[in-house]
């Protein structure tokens, strides 16, 4: 398996526009995290998904976020309109079926907002 | 209650010295505690996970002392060598999958 993959790598946008993120999780895995890693507040979980429903969305930080997971093999994020504070590497992770096991997590995507 | 706190937040050891990193949690319902270690550009991957049954799990030259009474962990990288440096995060969790992480901690090894 090629891991989780996520795209784009990179994205820069202007202030306003409208931004979305991709996750493919590892076939097999039935949860799936949204992380935002920044210098100040380190490794933040957004939202997880068990099973393609979201479960717990308590650290979205505002109603500009929003996350979907059609289906069992393909997640969003997506953010509008966007802020330089949003301003991150976000990070999608998926583990397998069971209690405490392993999170892998995607490369990231560097976000800057200008 | 969901806090986990680690320290330091940046270390510098010399190779083959043995840095040690902390962590403190306050929920009780935690049962679950991994670390993770992360390279510039990459996700962050597991390294080392106890539960709280054991007071001491190694793996290769790491180690993770538990201590429960206390409600804290530590990582300990022996012989620690240049490619150990990055950033490791500890984390927690307790019947969910939801992961709780440190604040990480940038590690230096000097050759």
Known sequence: ?114 | QQQVKQSPQSLIVQKGGIPIINCAYENTAFDYFPWYQQFPGKGPALLIAIRPDVSEKKEGRFTISFNKSAKQFSLHIMDSQPGDSATYFCAASGGAQKLVFGQGTRLTINP
């Open chain 1, 1 to 114: 398996d090629a891991g989780v993959i996520q795209s784009p790598r990179h994205e820069v946008t202007e202030m306003g526009q409208e931004v979305t993120l991709r996750c493919k999780p590892i076939s097999g895995h039935n949860s799936l995290f949204w992380y935002r890693q920044t210098m100040m507040r380190g490794l933040e979980l957004l939202i997880y998904f068990n099973n393609n429903v979201p479960i717990d969305d308590s650290g979205m930080p505002e109603d500009r976020f929003s996350a979907k997971m059609p289906n069992a093999s393909f997640s969003t994020l997506k953010i509008q309109p966007s802020e330089p504070r949003d301003s991150a590497v976000y990070f999608c992770a998926s583990t397998y079926p069971g209690m405490n096991t392993e999170a892998f997590f995607g490369q990231g995507t560097r976000l800057t907002v200008v």
